[in-house]
């Protein structure tokens, strides 16, 4: 109930945390207030997607009656969102060696399916969280930019928080102001004990050709993320300007070095990007023509979390609570599920008037063992990158957590019917391997492996890649396109459908504890007419003729 400059949740900061919260309480009726210290359009790092965070979208969409939260899940959206986005058709991960031509063996193309949803996007940032700070004023939240939060004071009865001009009283406070949390800083939460190590130099540019990459792919380098991977660091190239409706020339770059392998320099962050990637001559070639249309961004080291997310009426959302690297894009994902919870947990909180900190422990968990997952993953993909033979197994690790997260998250989207059932079934998620026991032992036991050999020790690596990649083959649930790539191929199919899919053992559901897991009670059946649904409802004609929240 909103009483003067009383509120019942205060938000700081409308990035795509703090808008996408703003526009999900506002619609169930909560008085929101949302403060942000600058003012949209404005700059927003955070560009590429992947199946689960798309998919995390739609279902807080769906979940909560607010569509403009899957605008950004495909390319079928384009019509309703504009053109300054990209699409993203693959994730492709070319090694290099530095001093040595680029060999195309090395390279990895992780095709993602186009049905039933259509490819992913490349998000120009500015656009999605100036897009999404307007869904929340529409909703009804109350949005203030220019107006930075000062100082924030949390009591046993409330949270007053102020400005330069004003105070202004709420139930609860959500942080959702980044790295600089006021909050974080506040309680002494900060936390810098991760196991990645690295720091990025980023621009957005023009003129960025294509990467001629020479060997069979499905698709064009242009037409999705491509990561350059090398020891101690890689570099991202994330096009907008890769369709034929594109209006916006841009391409995002980055350069992500541990500062332990690639130590700072004295020079600009232009001249040290430009220093750095010649010792790769192909990696140097795409950028010769290519200029910076804003300035560099060069940051310290970027790996950090909170020793806790939540207290007694207050959060701490998205990036304020902490982030690893963006190597396989799991922030939003991470910002987005942390979202999704939280919303929830909210809005039950509201019905007692409970905001005490143990009622909102779910966000707690689920933040953390998302940071800590994606930290041990991403430190032992770069310790990877040193020897190109324990890359080419890691990575289908990483490849199959992805997978198996997207098929539970769908799944439970599919079978839940409603909001309890639904958070019933992410409760177990862990940002990889889809809450699947299973997937957890593998996991350890490679990352355990990885975390004990030496990369420059080339017969123990040899022992290594072959403990894994024979671990990983009799895996009886890990899908045949990933074996061809522990057997060398270089790229997943771009066709995900073939008959053997439906075969009643073995196939697309699985069997035994797998398929329990993923799929209980789910016939081909049923699994097929899913799969139209939603062709059908995600098709560009049907989310053209939704619309927007018409005659609102
Ligand atoms: C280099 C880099 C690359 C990344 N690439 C990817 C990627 O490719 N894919 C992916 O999924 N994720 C990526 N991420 C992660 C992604 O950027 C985050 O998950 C996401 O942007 C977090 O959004 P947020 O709303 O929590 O924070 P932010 O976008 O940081 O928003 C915080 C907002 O709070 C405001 N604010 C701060 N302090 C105050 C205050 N005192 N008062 C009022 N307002 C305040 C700020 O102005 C800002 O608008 C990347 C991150 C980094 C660092």
């Avoid at 960025?208 to 990459?213: R, T």
């Avoid at 001559?281 to 290519?290: D, L, R, T």
Wanted: proline share 5%; aromatic share 10%; charged share 20%.
């Amino acid at each position: 109930m909103k009483q003067g400059n009383h509120f019942d949740v205060a938000i700081i900061g409308s990035g795509i945390a703090g808008s996408s919260l703003a526009a999900i309480l506002a619609e169930h009726g909560q008085q929101v207030l949302m403060l942000e210290a600058k003012s949209h359009p404005k700059f927003s790092i955070g560009e590429s997607m992947i199946l689960e965070t798309s998919e995390v979208m739609r279902s807080l969409a769906t979940l909560y009656g607010v569509p403009e939260l899957a605008c950004f899940s495909s390319e079928n959206y384009l019509p309703l969102i504009g053109t300054s986005h990209g699409v993203k058709r693959h994730f492709s991960y070319l090694h290099h060696t530095a001093g040595a031509p680029y060999d195309p063996q090395n390279a990895l193309q992780a095709v993602i399916p186009k049905a039933p949803h259509g490819h992913e996007l490349h998000l120009y940032r500015q656009d999605v969280d100036a897009f999404l700070t307007t869904a929340a004023v529409r909703y009804g939240a109350t949005v203030l930019q220019n107006t930075p939060v000062e100082a924030v004071s949390v009591g046993e009865a409330g949270v007053t928080l102020e400005t330069h001009a004003e105070t202004y009283t709420a139930d609860y406070v959500v942080d959702a102001g980044g790295f600089k949390s006021l909050l974080a800083e506040q309680f002494g939460l900060r936390d810098f004990g991760l196991q990645a190590h690295s720091r990025a130099l980023f621009t957005h540019m023009v003129d960025v050709p294509e990467y001629p990459h020479k060997g069979e792919m499905p698709f064009a380098m242009s037409e999705g993320t491509l990561h350059h991977v090398f020891e101690g660091g890689w570099l991202w190239v994330i096009p907008f300007n890769n369709h034929v409706k594109a209006t916006n020339p841009l391409c995002s770059v980055g350069l992500m070095l541990d500062p332990r392998v690639h130590p700072a320099t004295e020079l600009s962050p232009e001249d040290e990007f430009r220093d750095f990637i010649a010792r790769f001559p192909s990696v140097y070639k795409q950028f010769e023509g290519a200029k910076a249309v804003r300035p560099w961004t060069r940051t310290g080291r970027l790996q950090y979390s909170s020793k806790r997310v939540v207290g007694d009426r207050f959060a701490l959302l998205g990036h304020a609570a902490g982030f690893i690297d963006p190597l396989y894009s799991k922030g939003l994902y991470t910002t987005l599920m942390s979202v999704s919870v939280l919303a929830d947990l909210l809005l039950d909180a509201h019905k007692d008037g409970d905001y005490s900190e143990a009622r909102f422990s779910p966000l707690e968990v689920t933040t953390q063992a998302f940071i800590r997952a994606n930290d041990r993953l991403v430190a032992n993909s770069y310790k990877s990158f040193a020897n190109p033979k324990l890359w080419s197994v890691y990575r289908v690790l990483w490849l199959l957590g992805a997978y198996t997260e997207f098929v539970k998250l769908s799944s439970v989207r599919a079978l839940a019917g409603d909001r309890r059932r639904y958070y019933e079934g992410v409760r177990e998620l862990r940002l990889v391997g889809g809450g699947f026991a299973d997937f957890r032992v593998l996991a350890d036991e490679i990352d355990g492996w990885l975390e004990g050999v030496d990369p420059k020790d080339d017969a123990a690596v040899s022992a290594v890649v072959a403990d894994v990649r024979a671990r990983l083959l009799a895996t009886e649930w890990l899908p045949q396109a990933f074996a061809e790539v522990l057997r060398g191929k270089t790229y997943l199919p771009k066709r995900k459908l073939r008959p053997g899919l439906l075969s009643r053992d073995g196939g697309f559901l699985g069997r035994g504890d797998y398929r329990e897991h993923f799929f209980a009670g789910v016939t081909p059946g049923a699994l097929i007419k899913t799969f139209v649904q939603e062709r059908l409802t995600y098709s560009v004609p049907a989310v053209r003729s939704r619309g927007l929240n018409r005659g609102r």
